[in-house]
């Protein structure tokens, strides 16, 4: 079964520099693309970062770039996002997904969600 557990959420001063971690198990990360996701309260879930370790690419949102850096490890099959400087708009239940290996060039879509980790930032 391919599943993702996303991890490393909490209750984050503003300027803080958490890192969430999205464990994949039933494949590895040269299968799909991995995206971060969140949902803020009300609004609409939003892409964050995406990965494609097959390719190395890597992509991000203009709200995050520059303060988040997205990786992975393949040997322990686990992709990051190092959130710097967060900001109480950050505030969110973030999800890891697999994606379609060209997602993070803009093509295809993502599936295969994990649970969600909630990160909220505090002023």
């Known amino acids: 079964d391919v599943q993702l557990q996303a991890s490393g959420g909490g209750l984050v001063q503003a300027g803080g520099s958490p890192r969430l971690s999205c464990a994949a198990s039933?494949?590895?990360?040269?299968?799909?693309?991995i995206g971060w996701f969140r949902q803020a309260p009300g609004k609409e879930r939003e892409e964050v970062s995406c990965i494609s370790s097959s390719d190395g690419k890597t992509s991000y949102a203009d709200s995050v770039k520059g303060r988040f850096t997205i990786s992975s490890d393949n040997a322990k099959n686990t992709v990051y996002l190092q959130m710097n400087s967060l900001k109480p708009e950050d505030t969110a239940v973030y999800y890891c997904?697999?994606?379609?290996?060209?997602?993070?060039?803009?093509?295809?879509?993502?599936?295969?969600w994990g649970q969600g980790t909630l990160v909220t930032v505090s002023s």
């Open positions: 039933g494949f590895t990360l040269d299968d799909y693309a």
């Open positions: 997904a697999t994606a379609t290996k060209n997602y993070c060039s803009g093509y295809g879509y993502p599936y295969n």
